[in-house]
């Protein structure tokens, strides 16, 4: 297959290269050890100047962040593990109506490449940081060839390739500079960071608030912690987190513990829904021309918000994930 050319955004009619089984991305990505990263992803992308007034001003994300959050990992694990181009422009097209003015006046539009390139850097690097945290480890020539791989996997969104790095030793530099120097604290990082008054996620419903509350209460305070063990120094600085060698040692030992759990669990129930239906088509458990497995009804947004675009809403779904137990 031919790849696109790097200075210009692709035609509807170009070949898009693909990521398959024998990627590293494929092995690293999609796992729910990523579970562990999502105050983080969510955090960083939206100290993002323009991605994080984007957010607060056009995303419902806040009104019900478990459903969101569930759902979307669908399209965005999708784009890897779906071998079409189609599922990234799926995602690209969710983000045409948001846009927006700054502060100082200036213009923001979620498709701004450079935006856009800063939430898929999160998403690719993400990977990275959670096999380096919580396994499984990660050489430093894998990590090489995800960004080549990460390359590839941008390509799928259908947008301009002209903020993608060309060397792994850009792309650190290009981080080194976000986490110095442009990323800013913003009302949407700290209501990401703030978790302890949601609601139970919609496969924990059943659980009354007497239980709930004060078991969300010590569940936040862990997950922040472990998102400020994630966090480079620079934006620990920025958002005023402490974190100690004690606590550096803490989290080291959580890590391991996490890849030793992890391990134990069968390997097919270690990743999302989307990537392991994607590794049962090519182990032939699945048909290879099956329709997609979309997420749960459980994870839908409010009837009234269905037909909204910034919505990923399969509300007519050939086939959805359940739980292991369920089926």
Partial sequence: MTAT???????????????GPDSVTWRYFGSWRGMLMGLWSGSMQNMHPKLGAAVWEHSDFFGERWQRLMRSLYPISGVVFDRTPDTG??????HRTISGVMPDGSRYHALDPDVFYWAHATFWYGAVRCAEAFGPAISEADKRAMFEESRVWYSMYGLSMRPCPDTYEDFLAYWDHMCHNALEDHPAVRTVLDIAELPPPPWMSWMPGVLWRPAAKVVARGFVWVTTGLYDEPVRELLGLSWSATDERRFRRFGRAVDVTMRLVPPRYRVHPRPRDAWDRVSGRVAADAPLVETPVRNLPPVDRRGLPEHYCPVSAARRADLPWQR
């Avoid at 790097?6 to 509807?12: F, I, S, V, Y």
């Avoid at 422009?89 to 969710?94: F, G, K, M, P, Q």
Wanted: cysteine-free; proline content about 14%.
């Fill in 5 to 19: 050319h790097p200075d210009r955004t692709p035609r509807a009619d170009d070949e898009i290269p693909m990521l």
């Fill in 89 to 94: 422009r799926e995602v690209r097209d969710h």
